[in-house]
């Protein structure tokens, strides 16, 4: 062969050897959707959906968020809300699941019976329920977010914030009351040892009234009040009334909410901005971008919750960000000492 021709085959051969190193290169750099897109996935939002300001909108901007990061087509995301019932949530589970979605988020509490009858009857669907805790499935993930954190960093912000050294709060009658009421106690005494905490448990009576009385927390003169009760505005409310009560009187103490977002939607009233110093803040948004992420690397939440009655998934805290405090233009000593109790939750206390 000439030798024009053996040069002619030489880089032939090293155009071909640099089109296959390359075409390999951009195979790494496929956006991971591209690679698991069989993978379909389905949000059962609580009810009215999207437009809520609450739970279902904090995790529609995951949903969101989790399409532009993967680059999910709309054919790998499905998006539905039950019309007003509870055999209308176990209905739509059921449907998604025989539609063969891969993974079924179901936001809010409001699922957790419904998803443990669909869990069973589709035992190799994965299925995920946001804020709950408490469905004993081996393929339900249990999502839910600290409470007893959220309790004691808002106590310290309460106990740093009060003028009257004299704080209450005002918690849902469930298992975990004792619990959340003594971490509460815990980060008011944090913040400031000589304050006085007053509780309030929260129930419902048969006719459906609540036994909420901010007035005879102001009465013995406590000026900050931490609530997590969001089946009603009611707390807020009777804040704001009893706020503008105390101007009237020329009161030298005034009287501040600290309440947990998305659940209280409420917050969001232009009325909420006089008096909320500050807000706990679940992060459902970033546990759906978490769980959108183990889906499509086919994997899942498995941290156990309760060994003993076989639940599992994940607690979100403020040591890894899915739990956070948004406070209202604090002082110095007040984000001093917010900052002091962030490393006793490193530390493991709660």
């Given at each position: 062969m000439k030798l024009w021709a053996l040069l002619h085959v030489a880089k032939v051969r090293s155009l071909l050897t640099f089109l296959t190193v390359a075409a390999l290169s951009m195979g790494s750099l496929i956006p991971v959707a591209s690679a698991e897109s069989n993978i379909r996935?389905?949000?059962?939002?609580?009810?009215?959906?999207?437009?809520?300001?609450?739970i279902n909108d904090a995790a529609a901007k995951g949903l969101d968020a989790a399409k532009k990061q993967f680059h999910l087509s709309t054919l790998a995301v499905r998006e539905m809300a039950?019309?007003?019932?509870?055999?209308?949530?176990?209905?739509?589970?059921?449907?998604?699941?025989?539609?063969?979605?891969?993974?079924i988020i179901a936001v809010g509490s409001g699922y957790s019976q419904a998803i443990a009858v669909a869990a069973e009857k589709y035992p190799t669907i994965q299925f995920a329920i946001l804020g709950d805790a408490s469905v004993a499935m081996v393929n339900v993930?249990?999502?839910?977010?600290?409470?007893?954190?959220?309790?004691?960093?808002?106590?310290?912000?309460?106990?740093?914030?009060?003028?009257?050294?004299?704080?209450?709060?005002?918690?849902?009658?469930?298992?975990?009351?004792?619990?959340?009421?003594?971490?509460?106690?815990?980060?008011v005494h944090f913040a400031n040892p000589k304050a006085k905490v007053f509780g309030q448990s929260v129930t419902l009576n048969l006719k459906g009234a609540s036994n909420?009385?901010?007035?005879?927390?102001?009465?013995?003169?406590?000026?900050?009040?931490?609530?997590?009760?969001?089946?009603?505005?009611?707390?807020?409310?009777q804040v704001i009334a009893v706020g503008q009560d105390l101007i009237k009187k020329k009161s030298k103490f005034s009287i501040k909410l600290i309440g947990i977002t998305p659940q209280q939607y409420f917050l969001t009233f232009p009325a909420a901005k006089k008096v909320v110093i500050g807000a706990v803040t679940d992060r459902f948004d970033r546990a759906v971008i978490d769980l959108v992420a183990k889906a499509l690397k086919g994997q899942t939440f498995n941290d156990i919750l309760d060994e003993q009655a076989g639940i599992y998934g994940h607690i979100y805290t403020f040591n890894g960000g899915?739990?956070?405090l948004a406070t209202s233009a604090p002082t110095s000593t007040v984000t001093s000492q917010l900052t002091s109790a962030e490393k006793v939750l490193a530390s493991g206390k709660y």
């Open positions: 996935i389905a949000m059962l939002y609580d009810i009215g959906g999207r437009g809520d300001n609450g039950p019309i007003n019932s509870e055999s209308d949530r176990e209905a739509r589970l059921l449907f998604l699941a025989k539609a063969g979605y891969d993974l993930m249990n999502i839910d977010f600290s409470p007893t954190q959220s309790a004691f960093m808002a106590g310290v912000l309460a106990g740093a914030s009060s003028v009257s050294a004299k704080v209450g709060s005002m918690l849902p009658a469930d298992q975990n009351l004792q619990k959340n009421q003594s971490a509460f106690a815990d980060g909420i009385s901010v007035a005879s927390m102001s009465s013995v003169g406590v000026d900050v009040i931490y609530s997590t009760w969001n089946k009603s505005s009611e707390v807020l409310n899915g739990v956070a």
